[in-house]
């Protein structure tokens, strides 16, 4: 079956720098987009980026852009999400999901993880 698991939150300080890791498994993902979503306590989960694995397009939220990088390695089967600048707002468990669907880029996606918590203090 697919598994999403993430690794690399943690807590770290206000202007640093984290990189997220989602390894993907249970079958072929090169036609999925992969995205990263996030969820504050007492807020709805927000979509923060995604990829398209076979051509590498990417799309952000426009409060990460120009901070968060995501990228993919096809060797590893596995997403990064590199955020850079974090800011105390960015505070929130982090999800990697993914959909074979061609028209899922910001939200209806099928697979989750398990979710990996980001704080960064002020």
């Known amino acids: 079956q697919v598994q999403l698991v993430e690794s690399g939150g943690g807590l770290v300080q206000t202007g640093d720098s984290l990189r997220l890791s989602c390894l993907a498994s249970?079958?072929?993902?090169?036609?999925?987009?992969m995205g990263w979503f996030r969820q504050a306590p007492g807020k709805e989960r927000e979509f923060v980026a995604a990829?398209?694995?076979?051509?590498?397009?990417?799309f952000y939220a426009d409060s990460v852009k120009g901070r968060f990088t995501i990228s993919r390695d096809n060797a590893k089967i596995t997403v990064y999400l590199q955020m850079d600048s974090l800011r105390p707002e960015d505070t929130a468990v982090y999800y990697c999901?993914?959909?074979?669907?061609?028209?899922?880029?910001?939200?209806?996606?099928?697979?989750w993880g398990q979710g990996t918590q980001v704080t960064v203090s002020s």
């Open positions: 990829i398209r694995w076979r051509d590498g397009y990417t």
């Open positions: 249970g079958r072929t993902f090169s036609h999925d987009t």
């Open positions: 999901a993914a959909d074979p669907r061609v028209n899922v880029m910001v939200d209806n996606y099928d697979y």
